[in-house]
C-alpha cells in the first residue's frame, strides 16, 4: 500500500498553517484572560486542524474548494490583522509571538490563493510541476527552514519562551560510567 503523492504548495501551505497554529497556541497561556488570548486558542486550534485538512486534500467538489479558500484567505488576513490589533488592547501584548503569528497567517493566505490560482491556470501564469526530487526537497528544506525560525522567533516570547532553560546551562544527569559533559564555561 502506497501513500498518496501530496502537491508541494499542499505541504509548505500546510507547514505555515502548523506554524502559525504552534505560535498562537504558544500566546494563550500569557495573554488568556484578554481577548488577544481567546483569539489566539480559537484560531490556533483551527490552523492545527486546517494543517491536516491540507493535507488530506480537503473537499473534492471545485465549488466547493473554491469557495474554502475563498472563505480561508479572508479568515487567515482578518484574524491576522484582529490580532494585532488587539495586541494593543488591554491585557493584550505586542511582540514577536503576534507578529510571526501574522506573518505565518499572510503567508498560509498566499498559499491559499497560490493554490487556488494553480488550480485554475486560465488567464495565469502556469507554474511547471516538479518532477525530480531534489528540487522538491531542496525547496521543502527552505520552507521548512523558514517557516521554523519564524515560529521558534514567535515561541521565544511566550511565557514557555520565557522560562525556557537558555541553551548551555543545561545538562545530563550524572551517570555513573559516564564521562561527565557541561556547555558553558
Known sequence: MTSPVVPLGRVLLAFALLGAGVVN???????????????????????????????????????????????AIGLLAGVSVLGVLLAYAPGGHLGAAAAAAAALQLVAAGGVGATVRRAHPAGS???????????????????????????????????AGEHAVPHGEHHLPDLPGLEQHHHGG
Do not use: M, N
Open 25 to 71: 497556541l504558544g500566546q494563550v497561556r500569557g495573554v488568556l484572560p484578554a481577548a488577544q488570548g481567546w483569539l489566539a486558542l480559537a484560531v490556533g486550534t483551527g490552523e492545527l486542524v486546517a494543517a491536516v485538512v491540507v493535507l488530506r486534500g480537503g473537499p473534492g467538489r471545485r465549488g466547493a474548494r473554491d469557495a474554502l479558500a475563498t472563505a
Open 125 to 159: 501564469a502556469r507554474v511547471p510541476a516538479v518532477r525530480r526530487p531534489g528540487p522538491a526537497l531542496a525547496l521543502l528544506f527552505v520552507g521548512a527552514i523558514a517557516v521554523s525560525t519564524v515560529t521558534t522567533a514567535g515561541l521565544t516570547d511566550t511565557a
